[in-house]
């Protein structure tokens, strides 16, 4: 599918270094939006869409007290900016711990990435097994730059259990049930991208999914729990 | 081993519902100590010593803003009073959230539980491949509290791989690569406690060991990654 890719009106400190595009198909009619394929979940379940839109977009985890990026969230593509180039704006890198510089730069991505990554995110989300209904309009918007969508099939990309959607409202101590997850930590991008359970993702820790599973085998080999 | 067990001067505004007790040698000469076998280590590892004090004894992960306590570090033995004792010592258990209270009660542990954990995780610490030489009357107090010591045998009770004692040193993003484990992470006694690689614990969060276990069996079958 052709996307519009219309320049949008940047809202932010970063303008040269940001940027803000049109994600509807080409030779739409109407307004431009950057994240058509959401208006569906921003309406009646918002946590939902802020969360694929944040999770998509920003780092995490960053104890940076900046009044634009929150205290802990800046946008990917901004973190692929040289040392030099962020001092201009204010975010001097070098006053931040070395682990906390390597844990910003790992989370960093491009926009396009970015932008993929939060519509790959609402593709699973409308796939999981008790989802609302997606509009006709945003299942073929959606399948055209992905695949087919086949209801019920979202898993955890880590334990590979079905997810429910409804663990997006839960929460346990204030953190939801439910998380964005990387086959690869490193990489954000759509072909390396899903949900998974809290636990399972907190297990996975900064490992590939490869990584992890040999782990596992390791530990349940030595622990005497794997059948010869 | 028959201890002292003479009551030692309590410096805490708990002295009712608190206890502090000599466990050196019954009939020992010389004054009496709460924590005899930890007098190498407090002397030549001082960070060794005061994580293993302070695992064995105080709760974690409160944000209890209490100046006896500290931010969050309650001693265990507190948490098993009723909220109508501790709110009798300024501690008020009802203006918590109830997952706070839920973590703070499952790290409830009596004094004399809490006394043999520190034991415990010395007599551990000891048998790690690279640990300092355990002196003789250390030595031979630990092992007539537990078994015979076997140098380099300690290993994660997660992973089963050997534990370096230079872990406890190394920090990664303001964390010991090491941490106080449990085999039922709501138990706290000297048979249910070890050490494990932070990631290990991690991993294995709330689960205990077996269930753990049962679960990344689950988790590999599922990804097609165990031999059948």
Redesign the interface.
Known sequence: MELCKKDLPLRTKYKEIAEKKCYRENGHDGNCKEFPYLADLAKNHPRVANKIKRDATKTTGAAWKSEDAGPNRIDRWVMLQSDDVLVQYGLNMKAL?P??VA?LREKAASYGDCMSVAAKLTWFAYQMPDAPLCPNDIKSYLERRFAKMTPHSTTCI????PLSFSLFENA???KAEIETAHSNPREHNDVNVGFAHR??N??Q?NKT?DEF?E??????S??G??KQ
Do not use: D, F, M, N
């Not at 782990?215 to 349940?220: K, P």
């Open positions: 711990k682990t906390v844990k880590v334990c590979k259990e346990q101590r204030g636990a399972c907190i297990a820790g999914l599973y782990w596992v085998t390791g530990i349940l030595r622990a729990r794997l």
